[in-house]
């Protein structure tokens, strides 16, 4: 199992607040947008700590003078004051959203671009036991965690803790300090109370993710296996088990329902009981006469004014709780080091005539279940070598390893003299041109795919690639032609079809070095001879390795090796494995009657 799919167990770890601090480096980008954006928060919240204030004098002014002549003009400019700081402090605010938008998406583009470079960065092995359902999933929330976070940290978070200081310190100058005691000790409980519970339930928030994660690749899966289902009548069979799935789901979502409603009611009943405290205390002075109407209509609006934050907070609390979740997830498998890794002083592969040499090598995707046991051939520059083999002799491994899918656990393999693992993978590709047993397409037209070989080629080069591959009469009778959508992993073509586009496609790459996988396992009697031909007009000159199950199509190819357990058990071209009376003569005349049979 891979150290991505070990996550989905980790529900009850605590999330690393440290993740925040590694948001900054993508803040770094638009650093004065994000200064300036911080001066607009800080205006916005001094014009609204001001509002009570203006609302006072306002108050006090109209008690005042109940029973004289009330200046219209005194109370009106109050008003107009009163206004624009209500103004200012949306203006400000709105002014703050709409300069720091361009960090936030730019954030998240970053982000999402830099975990797909690393996904196709990643080893074999990791896409082999990746669920693609749940790493969707995880990749969707996580990124919009990101922006949750730069969001709510800066423009939530942190202006609420300013408000409190600023409200504090006004109440402390003002009036009694049990005021400021009061909102302090309000204030703590609450923060604490959040914090406790909000704990309590991440639990289940993380649960109720993975459950998420396993429905939603299931159901994925399933529908990729749509034909499968079909022919073995399960479509009752894959309904019912994700259902058990979505049941799962239900349970994990319904505790983080009932849990949310707790934390909600106690953080209700906390403000309540400290509003009925602080307000009480300033209808006792009122009727002393220690304060005045306009001071209790100030405490009344910055009690309203603080404890909506602090609601909020509570919910921004929550929220960056499951952010953290998220992005925690997001960030460990952006930080999780693929198995196979250029050299620190790779360099550019140089090929001269493509020579492939096998050096004694070892091999095995477990410890305990070897796969290749010192394996050493030569493919010469330009010529055609094909391995044959019983299933699971470890044929299609020495092309993922040639590939470097995987790494050897022992020995070499070299092109042109160059150990594949002194050289970057990127050049390594580049010099190899796949066509594998199972080809999968992209959802999109056929000339797109066909193109995909070498995107920046021509239309030309690409009609070309198609001839040679024997496409253009079947792309002629299409009614869209090279614009035909192939479906889904290309399921509207024939296995014969999409083979011949990933001939095609190799055809267009035009790469010194050839593997065939299986190349021609999908095609029919006459398909295959179509392409065989045109594969041997590709193959002339240039080095290639054929791995084969049908030894009528490597004839002629100048050596043959045969395989079983992991090991060369015979070697030659085809006539001399013939006379030989071997192994490869057993498989020979085994298909061969198998033919004559079926005929």
Same mark, same amino acid.
């Not at 730069?150 to 310190?169: G, K």
């Not at 009480?280 to 609006?301: C, H, K, P, R, Y």
């Not at 009697?525 to 290639?544: C, K, M, Q, W, Y």
């Given at each position: ?143 919009? /965690?990101?922006?949750? %976070?730069?969001? +709510? !940290?800066?423009? @939530?978070?942190?202006?609420?803790? &300013?408000? =409190? ?123 002393? /006469?220690?304060?005045? %109407?306009?001071? +209790? !209509?100030?405490? @009344?609006?910055?009690?309203?004014? &603080?404890? =909506? ?123 190899? /041109? ?15 795919? &066909? ?149």
């Amino acid at each position: 199992m891979s150290a991505y799919a070990d996550d989905d167990d980790k529900t009850n770890s605590k999330p690393d607040w440290r993740v925040i601090l590694g948001l900054w480096p993508y803040l770094a980008e638009f650093r004065g947008r994000v200064i300036v954006a911080s001066g607009c928060l800080v205006l916005a919240k001094l014009a609204t700590v001001a509002t009570p204030i203006a609302l006072k004098y306002i108050v006090d002014y109209l008690d005042q003078q109940r029973d004289g002549n009330v200046l219209l003009w005194i109370p009106l400019a109050l008003v107009i004051a009163y206004g624009l700081l209500r103004f200012g402090s949306t203006l400000f605010n709105e002014l703050r959203d709409a300069i720091f938008a361009r960090v936030a998406e730019r954030a998240m583009r970053r982000v999402s671009l830099q975990v797909f470079r690393h996904l196709h960065e990643r080893e074999l092995a990791f896409h082999l036991d990746r669920k693609t359902g749940g790493l969707a999933r995880d990749m969707e929330r996580g990124t919009n /965690g990101i922006s949750f %976070l730069i969001r +709510f !940290t800066l423009f @939530n978070i942190l202006p609420t803790i &300013l408000e =409190i200081v600023m409200v504090s310190a006004i109440l402390l100058a003002a009036f009694d300090p049990g005021y400021v005691m009061a909102v302090v000790i309000a204030v703590v409980i609450y923060v604490l109370f959040s914090i406790k519970v909000t704990e309590w339930r991440t639990g289940f928030v993380r649960e109720t993710n993975a459950r998420d994660n396993q429905s939603n690749a299931r159901a994925l899966d399933s529908l990729l296996n749509y034909e499968t289902v079909k022919y073995f009548n399960n479509e009752r069979h894959e309904a019912e088990v994700y259902d058990r799935d979505l049941e799962a789901w239900e349970q994990a979502r319904l505790k983080t329902r009932l849990s949310l409603a707790t934390l909600n009611i106690g953080q209700a009943l906390i403000i309540g009981i400290a509003m009925i405290v602080i307000m009480g205390m300033a209808v006792s002075q009122v009727a002393s /006469g220690e304060i005045t %109407l306009g001071d +209790f !209509t100030m405490i @009344n609006a910055y009690l309203i004014q &603080l404890f =909506i934050p602090l609601n909020a907070l509570g919910f921004v609390y929550r929220e960056i709780r499951q952010a953290l979740v998220n992005v925690e997830r997001l960030f460990a498998l952006l930080h999780s080091t693929p198995r196979v890794l250029d050299a620190p002083d790779a360099r550019q592969l140089v090929t001269k005539g493509a020579e492939v040499r096998f050096q004694n090598v070892r091999f095995a995707y477990q410890p305990n279940r070897p796969i290749l046991r010192d394996v050493d051939f030569t493919v010469p520059a330009g010529r055609k070598v094909a391995v044959v083999g019983a299933s699971g002799a470890g044929k299609s491994t020495l092309a993922r390893l040639l590939f470097r899918f995987f790494d050897v656990d022992e020995g070499a393999i070299t092109i042109d003299g160059q150990d594949i693992r002194s050289v970057t993978q990127a050049s390594l590709r580049q010099a190899i /041109g796949v066509v594998p047993q199972d080809t999968v397409l992209f959802n999109d037209t056929l000339y797109r795919n &066909l193109a995909y070989g070498r995107p920046d080629a021509n239309e030309e080069e690409v009609y070309r690639a198609a001839r040679l591959a024997h496409l253009e009469h079947f792309i002629d009778a299409l009614p869209d032609g090279y614009h035909t959508k192939v479906g889904e992993r290309g399921l509207k073509l024939s296995g014969g079809e999409k083979q011949r586009v990933a001939i095609a496609r190799v055809i267009l790459k035009n790469p010194p070095l050839l593997i065939l996988d299986e190349a021609t396992s999908s095609l029919d009697s006459l398909s295959e001879r179509a392409i065989l031909g045109a594969l041997d007009e590709v193959s002339r000159s240039r080095t290639t390795l054929v791995i084969a199950h049908r030894l009528s199509t490597i004839r002629d190819a100048d050596s043959i090796l045969v395989m079983a357990n992991g090991e060369i058990v015979e070697s030659g071209n085809h006539q001399q494995l013939l006379d030989a009376g071997g192994r490869y003569a057993e498989l020979w005349w085994q298909q061969h009657q198998g033919r004559s049979a079926q005929a």
